[in-house]
């Protein structure tokens, strides 16, 4: 996943910022033990936020434990006890990440390709794992979906929009399974945003490189001016307005998801208004990247301390 | 039903103001027009209806409790059981006992302003004191008559100066727009010496970072 | 595409008369979004799409423009606009920059998802603005159905706020 999903650091209260910590390394280790130990290569704060959710809207709660990890042995930290949200957020974060390199087969060329084809074996035996544990029907949504936005994405069709759409309309599936009613479409509605805003924004993200190496980029196709090769200062303009209608689109659901827990609650807001606000000024204008951010590279980084790790699948 | 204050968020030892202003923000969270062309607008409907409920429920309440108190301050309905007016009898249902300005007591806190004002219409002319028009003023601003619930509260102030329910009423009437701006509810969490305790030691965890770089 | 955003209805009135230069296709599609309709969107958008990439001039992509608008989709909607402004010829243009401020500024105005708006939002207590309703109005508690205010600028006539209010 693509990493945009995130805390604003320096208004978390402590308190937050640990249980955050906690569900964050919880599901690391949910993963480890779901689906092995190389899918933890894989993690990310997009899932991290989707699991946060899920707990949102199921009231779920987790046991916070001091545990050691393999990837910081020397000090015991928090970490949630796996449960049922953390597994199914693994299971997703495999399937997905599995679909991700597949795509990336299909259409990068060069260091990016051969990373691809170096990764696949380890996210196809993680994709196994979750389809043995039953999210067989999850896997083959994501299939078909990854396959339509990728048709989509082929006939180069002058729109973002459409295929954040479809992007969307996979995370929202993801986000909603397995819960019906009211709170299945709460969920889709925030997995829908959530995936739109993730789409359109690494779209900008992407454009300058994506340009310069001729690759795919869907800004690119409905912008439709190769003499553009980073993005004007009206488009950046334009991009923020609509990154923002998401946003406020996902206010309005984030509004509806009731939790006692103040911790979760107030990290939810942290990450709707000031997390995400400030991954937009960031991507599209380069700004916003006070201090306290300084630490955390462009799409990898970890709460307290760079984890050096891939947050790319 | 839930507990109408864990549903507005406050403690119940709140004050009238904080729970209309917790009342008020929610009421702007879940507004109908914030979620006009959304497809959530049914749910932020139905949290409208419950914040709705706890709210009337509240008041009622507190309407019930500040009938039974003969020296009303106004200041904290903390902790005590809740009883009804007159001997604590119970709200679910209008109990049509002799005395109409009980029954009709009653039928204004379940809302039922229209059998209330039946209820009242019935005491003969000479018997009508400022119990009877306290009650017609509460109907009159049920209506959302609000002139005419001035009129009246003035009326049962002159009859009976020394009550406070009726001048408060009164007040409030009076004062109705003044409550705007009272601030915005914040929820907030309690904090007991173990957080802080729990606090001092995650920063402990967070700023001493020797370890993993 | 199951409906149409309701910004849509809000923000274009697409006149039938085309531009003088249109295409043949370009005149369907604008007689087709000039309907307003779901079906009549889609057929447009699909009749859009199907015209030869060489051949599209700026009403093109005002009706590009249009239909993403149609679908709710901001940034496509606001890309085709101002392509299309840039296009235009002088007789044109108006139309074109017209839809496209308006879709700016509305969308702009529904951003609400900045913490200073949300706070200011939450200070401001002014009876009678479109997002909220103030106490004294009776349509919110008085039936407890929790629909108030319905009219497209706030209040209705049953609030008697006193300031602020009409």
Known sequence: MYGYLRTHVPELKVRQQEYYRAVYCGLCRTMGQCTGQCSRMTLSYDFTLFALVRMALTGETVTVRSRRCIAHPLRKRPMADPNSTLRLCANASAILAHHKVKDDLRDERGLKRTAATAVSPFTASMRRRAVKAGYGDMDSGVFHAMKELWELETSRIPSVDEPATLFGELMGKTLAYGLEGNTAKLAHSIGLHLGRFVYILDAADDYAEDMEHRRYNPLACLYGDPAMTELSDRKREELRIALLAELSELERAFDLLDTDDPDLGGLLSNILYEGLPRQVERVLFGSACDCAQKGQGKKTGHPRRRHGKGERS | ?213 | MTELHPLYGALTAVSPVPAVTATPAERKARGLLSRHTPESTATALRTLLDTDRHARGAEWYFLMGVCALGQGHPADAQAHLDHACTLATPEAVSEYRTLYESVRNVFEKRRSSDKDDKDRRDRDHACCSAEDCCECCFCCDGDGDGICCEGPDGCCDCCDCSDGCN
């Not at chain 2, 009650?135 to 406070?164: E, K, S």
Request: glycine letters at 12%.
């Open chain 2, 1 to 213: 039903m839930n507990d109408p204050y864990k549903i507005l968020g406050v403690s119940p030892t709140a004050t009238d103001d904080e729970v209309k202003s917790a009342y008020r923000a929610l009421a702007r969270k879940y507004h109908p027009d914030k979620y006009r062309d959304s497809d959530l607008a049914e749910m932020a409907g139905e949290k409208m209806k419950e914040i709705n409920a706890a709210y009337d429920e509240i008041q009622k309440m507190r309407a019930g409790k500040t009938a039974g108190q003969s020296g009303y301050g106004g200041s904290s309905y903390g902790g005590q059981t809740y009883g009804g007016p007159y001997g604590g009898q119970t709200y679910g249902q209008a109990h049509h006992s002799g005395n109409p300005y009980i029954t009709a007591r009653q039928l204004i806190n379940l809302r039922r302003v229209a059998e209330a004002a039946q209820v009242l219409s019935t005491v003969p002319e000479s018997d009508r004191g400022a119990e009877w028009h306290f009650l017609m003023g509460c109907i009159a601003v049920n209506r959302g008559h609000f002139v005419d619930a001035q009129q009246f509260f003035d009326t049962a102030c002159g009859m009976d100066p020394a009550n406070a329910e009726y001048r408060d009423a009164r007040e409030r009437l009076r004062n109705r727009s003044a409550g705007f701006g009272s601030g915005q509810t914040t929820r907030t969490s309690a904090c007991s010496c173990c957080d802080i305790c729990a606090a001092l030691a995650c920063m402990d965890c967070c700023c001493g970072n020797g370890c993993c770089r």
